[in-house]
């Protein structure tokens, strides 16, 4: 239950990032902050009390028994898109500094046409 709250907090501290902060790099910590998020309530989900990993041994083990193994190699695959998908906006944010001189997002709209 802990892992529920504590992912849906991350989720609305990094929304409220997203919506309320005017600087670039901390609107991209806050995508990064629900993306944490996202991946602990899919764990969370996959979760399951006093199971083993799904492998094979000497002793028989039911269905009931093993851990779905499916949540964490999505959570795995999706940690590695997250990384990459934040290099590439702190990049773009590092090209945007460059050629407006600012990181705030309200004077970069104002500069767009």
């Known amino acids: 239950m802990i892992y529920y709250i504590t992912s849906v907090l991350l989720i609305l501290i990094g929304m409220y990032a997203v919506l309320v902060k005017k600087n670039l790099v901390k609107i991209v910590i806050g ?9 602990l309530l899919l764990i969370a989900i996959g979760y399951v009390q006093d199971a083993t990993a799904p492998i094979f041994s000497t002793e028989s083990l039911t269905s009931d028994k093993m851990v ?16 990459g998908v934040t290099a590439v906006a702190l990049a773009l944010i590092i090209r945007l500094y460059d050629h407006h ?7 970069i709209r104002k500069l767009k046409w």
């Open 101 to 107: 001189k600012t990181l705030n997002i309200n004077k």
């Open 68 to 83: 779905d193994p499916v949540p964490q190699a999505l959570v795995l695959t999706a940690i590695v898109i997250g990384l």
């Open 31 to 39: 995508l990064t902050i629900i993306d944490a998020g996202v991946h």
